[in-house]
């Protein structure tokens, strides 16, 4: 079984869904300071949908993709309990099609780090870039190096609630440059508790890779922020937002 499968049952419930809700009025500050006007929006590796819905119910027309039809079937649900249409299915962001180009690409929280070489993240961005409309935006955020070696190495993090347990144990292999984090939770189910366990495993890159791969793909890097702010990243910041666009098409030769 893969992972974000009976995960996704608990996902919002997990705190997971804070990160979603801190970073819509982030995005939105961004496209305003941009002068971003759009109508039509790609979530990247979606989950539950909580950043997808934000901007259905601001009047875009959002297609929602995941490998997790587990995750999808969340986001589906919460889009029929407040109305509003989701155009989701379930693909792989390296290889995902969609029937027009869209104005804004996200993605968002880890799903970046969760490919684990290069030329995987690089064909991701080949993707973004095939699929954006000319003058579209990619906004995007990836864990840096120094978030996965200085914070989730050797640490373990604990909720519990009258529902609901979480552990997650995480570990860093520098050689790699990769995060294996390993989840153990225990949902409440009438009078017993149902167990659930998963291991993630993200990679970290410095972030000239990330800018040549985006190169690369046909993108244009625009800004590198530090995640949540409007400060240029140092080295010692956890989460770089980076947001790009297709590239200008050389001279003709």
């Given at each position: 079984m893969g992972i974000y499968e009976r995960y996704a049952e608990i996902y919002d419930r997990s705190g997971q869904i804070s990160?979603?809700?801190?970073?819509?009025?982030?995005?939105?500050?961004?496209?305003e300071r941009r002068g971003f006007a759009g109508q039509t929006m790609l979530d990247l590796a979606c989950g539950t949908g909580t950043v997808?819905?934000?901007?259905?119910?601001?009047?875009?027309?959002?297609?929602g993709v995941d490998r997790s039809?587990?995750?999808?079937?969340?986001?589906?649900?919460?889009?029929?309990?407040?109305?509003?249409?989701?155009?989701l299915s379930e693909q792989d962001m390296r290889s995902f099609i969609l029937p027009e180009r869209v104005d804004l690409i996200t993605c968002l929280f880890d799903?970046?780090?969760?490919?684990?070489?290069?030329?995987d993240l690089q064909q991701a961005f080949s993707r973004v870039a095939a699929h954006l409309a000319p003058g579209g935006l990619f906004i995007c955020d990836m864990n840096t190096i120094w978030a996965l070696s200085?914070?989730?190495?050797?640490?373990?993090?604990?909720?519990e609630n009258n529902e609901l347990s979480i552990i997650m144990e995480s570990s860093f292999d520098r050689d790699m440059r990769m995060a294996t984090v390993r989840l153990v939770a225990f949902v409440?189910?009438?009078?017993?508790?149902d167990r659930i366990e998963e291991v993630h495993i993200e990679r970290a890159y410095p972030e000239r890779t990330v800018s040549a791969a985006m190169k690369r793909a046909g993108l244009q890097v625009l800004a590198r922020y530090e995640a949540f702010t409007l400060n240029p990243p140092t080295s010692?910041?956890?989460?770089?937002?980076?947001?790009?666009?297709?590239?200008?098409?050389?001279p003709e030769q």
């Open positions: 990160f979603s809700l801190r970073m819509i009025p982030y995005l939105l500050d961004i496209l997808a819905l934000a901007f259905a119910s601001r009047g875009w027309r959002v297609y039809p587990s995750m999808l079937a969340q986001a589906r649900r919460k889009a029929e309990e407040v109305g509003l249409n989701l155009l799903s970046l780090n969760y490919l684990l070489t290069v030329e200085e914070i989730w190495d050797n640490n373990v993090y604990f909720s409440k189910r009438g009078e017993l508790y010692r910041t956890p989460r770089i937002l980076w947001i790009a666009q297709p590239a200008e098409p050389g």
